[in-house]
Nanobody
Framework: QVQLVESGGGLVQAGASLRLSCTAS????????VGWFRQAPGKEREIVSA????????YYADSVKGRFTISRDNAKNTLNLQMNSLKPEDTAVYYC?????????????????WGPGTQVTVSS
């Protein structure tokens, strides 16, 4: 089992930056693919970014490419999401997720562990 807890959400103005962090506990974080998802009110959950255990080429949703950067530190069991140039449409609850497989996939249903989420609100 892996327990995930997100932090770093908040209320910011458009154009600002935020850094989300996800701390894992329980089993080793090393051999999991990890990612960030988000869900806005009235919308379906969507993938934001994900990276494999080997920290190979990350996946980014088109809507965040060039603005968000995912990074992981296996030694510290942490996953980060640097979010720059935030837009009001980035407003959502952001979730950290992990799957016990090396392959990066966009389908949230294929992730085994989830954090409780952290709210990100971007005002215009």
């Amino acid at each position: 089992q892996v327990q995930l807890v997100e932090s770093g959400g908040g209320l910011v103005q458009a154009g600002a930056s935020l850094r989300l962090s996800c701390t894992a506990s329980g089993r080793t974080f090393n051999f999991y693919t990890v990612g960030w998802f988000r869900q806005a009110p009235g919308k379906e959950r969507e993938i934001v970014s994900a990276v494999s255990w080997s920290a190979g080429t990350p996946y980014y949703a088109d809507s965040v490419k060039g603005r968000f950067t995912i990074s992981r530190d296996n030694a510290k069991n942490t996953l980060n999401l640097q979010m720059n140039s935030l837009k009001p449409e980035d407003t959502a609850v952001y979730y950290c997720a992990a799957r016990s497989d090396w392959r990066v996939v966009a389908d949230g249903g294929r992730y085994d562990f989830w954090g409780p989420g952290t709210q990100v609100t971007v005002s215009s």
